[in-house]
């Protein structure tokens, strides 16, 4: 059973740099056919996409957000890694990594705990 | 972008009884690329269908779901205490988005 845990500063200065990692255990970050995602979710509203990647380094990223973002994998460690720039009140979230159980899908029945990332001076 | 509408915003119900989900999409999900979660406070969304009607493991079966196009549903056949929480639905055909959620309580 994939278990996936976020890591990373849960305070984060306006205009700085958000930076959060997911370590994966009890499964291969490079197994083929599995995309690894970013979700996040403002405190009492929805769920928002804001990328995945694959073991490959390839990524897919929310138009809304893809200027700001870049997501990446280290396949030696098992984890992929979100960086979100330039971050302003409104990227204070709860912040989740999630995949899936079937190849080539983007369901997820695997998600972190999640994180709470709040942007303040 | 896909936009996902869900309705009714809130569904009052009680335990025993039969809950209606609507989600519906601003274009066609094709291939039946839709899938339903539920979450409680406090923790991550759960997968209970994906794929417009298939359950995913270890969801019991008084959840289905149907439909196809631009028009879906979720149905609980019978509400049972722990049913009480956010169902959120999710588009996988054309990027990725989520619906704003329905709220079903007692």
């Known amino acids: 059973q994939v278990q996936l845990q976020e890591s990373g500063p849960g305070l984060v200065k306006p205009s700085q740099t958000l930076s959060l990692t997911c370590i994966v255990s009890g499964g291969s970050i490079s197994r083929g056919g599995f995309y690894w995602n970013w979700i996040r979710q403002h405190p009492g509203k929805g769920l928002e996409w804001i990328g995945y990647i694959y073991h490959s380094g390839s990524t897919n990223y929310n138009p809304s957000l893809k200027s700001r973002v870049i997501i990446s994998v280290d396949t030696s460690k098992n984890q992929f890694s979100l960086k979100l720039r330039s971050v302003t009140a409104a990227d204070t979230a709860v912040y989740y990594c999630?995949?899936?159980?079937?190849?080539?899908?983007?369901?997820?029945?695997?998600w972190g705990h999640g994180t709470l990332v709040t942007v303040s001076s | 972008e896909i936009v996902l509408t869900q309705s009714p915003a809130t569904l009052s119900l009680s335990p025993g009884e039969r809950a209606t989900l609507s989600c519906g999409a601003s274009?066609?999900?094709?291939?039946?690329?839709l899938a339903w979660y539920q979450q409680k406070p406090g923790l991550a969304p759960r997968l209970l269908i994906y794929d417009a009607s298939s359950r995913a493991t270890g969801i019991p079966d008084r959840f289905s779901g149907s439909g196809s196009g631009t028009d879906f549903t979720l149905t609980i056949s019978r509400l049972e205490p722990e049913d009480f929480a956010v169902y959120y639905c999710?588009?996988?055909?054309?990027?990725?988005?989520f619906g704003g959620g329905t709220r079903v309580e007692i």
């Open positions: 999710q588009q996988y055909f054309t990027s990725l988005t």
């Open positions: 999630a995949t899936g159980s079937q190849a080539w899908n983007l369901h997820f029945d695997y």
């Open positions: 274009q066609s999900v094709n291939s039946s690329y």
